[in-house]
Structure formats: structure tokens, C-alpha cells
């Protein structure tokens, strides 16, 4: 079968690889039909996650149909169209029981942190769904959710398996309540259902912050006030439209942010950019510098910017050390902070009922449909941001 396999940084291609098999009793064979690429895929593609080896099939963002069903197989059958969360989860741990998905802990054969799909062997080693057809582990839990026969096309809900689950736990993680003012640092994928999570929670306001054009426009179409800051300093934009109460804050970036340079902080004081790309006319700043350098910029940003007694929310991937970390801003205002990886069941048959019902419309977001033999051109354009590519998905 036809497989996307990572050989080394910057290194993915097509090979053929054998189909899966069944290996215990809880098993499912999916023939994929939809598959996508995410920001956090990118991390793998640069060679800079723990534990990715040479060999491994990529994706966790999959969906498609059961061909083959273990013999303890109850919740689904064959000819089923389902959706996969890209954690692992048994269904019956301490976690699994609690809804606590991402860190079940049994899935991980190889640590104590939770298992995925396509992502390293620090999370289990599991082969990805960028192929023609994968092996789900623990399938009466993983491939549970079912789309309904009212849904015709794969892309309404192929996001259910990651980012859309991913931003509403985003936007809920930092307790966005009606009236809310919300700054979602970000505008891929991820970001882009934040803003939108924000709004469905009844958010005041939602601000957008990246600097590519296209991400921007498309959050900006779901009513975000939106902050380039390569134009911008979003700090400053912040306080100033908040009157010095700060905003709730959401890191849908992770480590490989691109900011201002630690010495900056998020504080500089040029201001002379004539044209806001935002809905106000806000402050500007000129001659930006920003580097992939600093993991943590947006971090420091949104200590500045948090409301205080706030939470601060990073669903964003950090999987790399670095050596640096605000606490003390965080004390300051005293400031908590929840993260991690998103517990995929626990939101996607609410989000799956919201597309059913036509409140959510996630095809919006994308920008690219291939092949998957496209796949390693798709990843090029997709890490380089050329053809203002916000989301690639494959059809099989």
C-alpha cells in the first residue's frame, strides 16, 4: 500500500509498505479516505520531536472505512464510516475512565505519556494515516465515533480527529465565558477553531494574532479583530483595546513560534507602520524582528497581555527543552496555566452534532485538496506557507 513515510529532517516520501494486519482482538484494518497534514506534523518534518525514527508512517488526522474488524470488535462493524481521534486510549484505565483520553495508560508500550498516531516512539510508535490504510489499536474507544449518513463529504468532519477538537479545548481549558475578551495567538488551523470556539462560548471579542496574510483573513472572516505583528505589537494593541484589563489567552502556536526577540519581550517602541491590517486603527511598529529562536515568545506575550487571575491556555505542541520560562510575570499577576495534548472524546461528539446542525462549517479553513502521492510536495508548500496554504488535506 501506498504510505507517507519520514526518512529525516525534511526527508518525507511515498513508499510502499505492507497493509496492516489485524493483531489483537480489539484491532480495526481502516481503508482511509480523507487524511490532512497538521502544524504540529511540522515538528516531525523538521526533525526536532524525541524519538521520530526513520521508517514511521506520518498522519494523525484520518478518517475513513472499517475493513476488517478484530473479534472483540462490538462498537463498530464493517462498512462503518468513522472518524479517528488522533490519541490512543483504552477505554478502561484510571485516565480512560476519568474522560482524562490523551494520557491513557495502557496505549504507550514505549513511556508513561499517552500514545498517537504517525508521531514518534515516544508516543508509542504507531503508524500514522497518511496511507491507504492503518491499523487502529483499542478500536471499540478509538474509532467509536460514527458520521452520520446526513454528512455526504469526509472534509465536514475530517477535523473532528484533531484541530477542531484541539481549539474548542483550547478556548475551554482557558474558561472562555460570555463576555469574555479572548486573544488567540496563532491563526493556522488550530487558531483558526480557537477564534471560532471563543465566539461559540459566548466571547466578546476575539483577536487574532500571526503575521500571514491569508491565516489573518480567514479568522478575520469569522469576526476576529485581527493583529499582524509584523506590523503590529500585539501586546501593546491589547492593553490598549482592553483598557489595561488584559484578555484570556490561547497559545495555538507551540515551540517553533516565530516573534520578537527575547530582548524585545513583546515591548518595542517603534510605532510608525502608516496601515493597520486589523479592524481598528491600532498602534504600530516598524522594522519587525522576529526569529524561530525564541520558543517561548508567545508565552511571554501572553503573560503581558493575560487578564490577571486568568488562565493561560497552550494547546499549542511543546516537545522540545528550552530553558527559559516567565514565571515570574506569572506570579506577578497570579496567572495559571493549563496545557496539553487535547482529549479528543471528550468534545468531538458535541462538535460532530454542531456540524450535523450546520453551526460549524469546518471546510472553511481549507486551502489545498491532493493526492497523496502529492504528499511530499504538499509538505513543502505546507512548511513554507507558499500558496497560501492554511490547511492540506488528501483524498484517497
Request: glycine share 10%; hydrophobic share 35%; with cysteine.
Amino acid at each position: 500500500m501506498k504510505s507517507l513515510v519520514y526518512h529525516g529532517p525534511m526527508d518525507v516520501r511515498i513508499d510502499d509498505k505492507p497493509k496492516p494486519m489485524i493483531q489483537d482482538k480489539e484491532d480495526i484494518i481502516l481503508k482511509v479516505t480523507a487524511t490532512a497534514i497538521c502544524g504540529s506534523d511540522l515538528h516531525l518534518y523538521h526533525g526536532v520531536t524525541p524519538g521520530m525514527e526513520p521508517g514511521q508512517t506520518l498522519g494523525h488526522e484520518f478518517m475513513g472505512i472499517v475493513e476488517e474488524v478484530g473479534s472483540h470488535v462490538y462498537e463498530i462493524r464493517e462498512g462503518d464510516r468513522v472518524v479517528i481521534p488522533f490519541n490512543i486510549s483504552c477505554g478502561r484505565c484510571w485516565y480512560c475512565n476519568n474522560g482524562l483520553w490523551s494520557q491513557c495508560n495502557r496505549s504507550n508500550p514505549n513511556g508513561e505519556i499517552g500514545a498517537a498516531f504517525g508521531y514518534s516512539q515516544s508516543t508509542g510508535g504507531y503508524d500514522g494515516g497518511q496511507a491507504e490504510y492503518v491499523r487502529v489499536p483499542f478500536a471499540n474507544t478509538v474509532a467509536s465515533l460514527k458520521v452520520p449518513d446526513s454528512i455526504s463529504k469526509d472534509e465536514q468532519v475530517l477535523f473532528l480527529s484533531d484541530i477542531l477538537p484541539t481549539g474548542y479545548f483550547g478556548a475551554d481549558i482557558t474558561n472562555v465565558q460570555p463576555g469574555d475578551d479572548v486573544a488567540v495567538f496563532g491563526a493556522g488551523p488550530v487558531g483558526y477553531f480557537a477564534v471560532m470556539s471563543s465566539f461559540l462560548r459566548g466571547a466578546a471579542r476575539v483577536f487574532s494574532i500571526d503575521h500571514l496574510e491569508p491565516r489573518l483573513s480567514k479568522t478575520k472572516d469569522l469576526g476576529a479583530e485581527i493583529i499582524n505583528f509584523d506590523k503590529e505589537n500585539p501586546v501593546e494593541i491589547l492593553r490598549k483595546e482592553t483598557k489595561e484589563n488584559g484578555v484570556l489567552c490561547i497559545d495555538a502556536v507551540g515551540f517553533e513560534s516565530v516573534g520578537h526577540t527575547p530582548s524585545d519581550g513583546g515591548n518595542s517602541n517603534n510605532s510608525n507602520i502608516s496601515n493597520s491590517s486589523g479592524v481598528h486603527d491600532h498602534s504600530k511598529v516598524s522594522d519587525p524582528i522576529y526569529e524561530p529562536a525564541n520558543p517561548i515568545q508567545v508565552l511571554e506575550w501572553m503573560c503581558q497581555s493575560a487578564r490577571k487571575y486568568s488562565t493561560l491556555s497552550v494547546p499549542g505542541a511543546y516537545v522540545s527543552a528550552y530553558d527559559k520560562f516567565p514565571f515570574g510575570q506569572m506570579w506577578n499577576k497570579e496567572l495559571s496555566i493549563k496545557m496539553g495534548q487535547c482529549p479528543v472524546k471528550k468534545y468531538n461528539e458535541a462538535l460532530l452534532h454542531l456540524i450535523e446542525t450546520g453551526r460549524i462549517d469546518a471546510t472553511k479553513i481549507i486551502s489545498h485538496t491532493m493526492k497523496l502521492e502529492e504528499a511530499s510536495k504538499a509538505y513543502e508548500i505546507f512548511d513554507k506557507k507558499e500558496e497560501d496554504a492554511t490547511k492540506i488535506i488528501f483524498k484517497l
